[in-house]
């Protein structure tokens, strides 16, 4: 069964790290891409960040940039966002889909909530 399971969110302050994971399993990520998406309270899901695992290319939303990176180890079959310099804005519940279109994913999880306190 495909599944991805994200974890890796905590509460951090303003400036602060964090590092999220979306673990695989039933499949291998190889003919994938990964896409990270958060939703802030009240707020619709939103984009953050996809990898294509096949050729290694990454997009980042404007509000991320220079701030988030996304990677692949492919021995733990796990796509990782590393996120630094966090701001209250970023704060919302993440996902991570086995596409960068999230309007074609159906099978999300139960997420990884991040909080910023400023």
């Known amino acids: 069964q495909l599944q991805l399971v994200e974890s890796g969110g905590g509460l951090v302050q303003s400036g602060g790290s964090l590092r999220l994971s979306c673990a695989a399993s039933?499949?291998?990520?190889?003919?994938?891409?990964i896409g990270w998406f958060r939703q802030a309270p009240g707020k619709e899901r939103k984009d953050v960040s996809c990898?294509?695992?096949?050729?290694?290319?990454?997009s980042y939303a404007d509000s991320v940039q220079g701030r988030f990176t996304i990677s692949i180890d492919n021995a733990k079959n796990t796509v990782y966002l590393q996120m630094n310099n966090l701001k209250p804005e970023d704060t919302g519940r993440y996902y991570c889909?086995?596409?960068?279109?999230?309007?074609?994913?159906?099978?999300w999880g139960l997420g990884t909530q991040v909080t910023v306190s400023s």
């Open positions: 889909a086995g596409t960068c279109e999230m309007t074609m994913w159906g099978s």
């Open positions: 039933g499949f291998t990520l190889d003919d994938f891409a």
């Open positions: 990898i294509s695992v096949r050729n290694g290319r990454k």
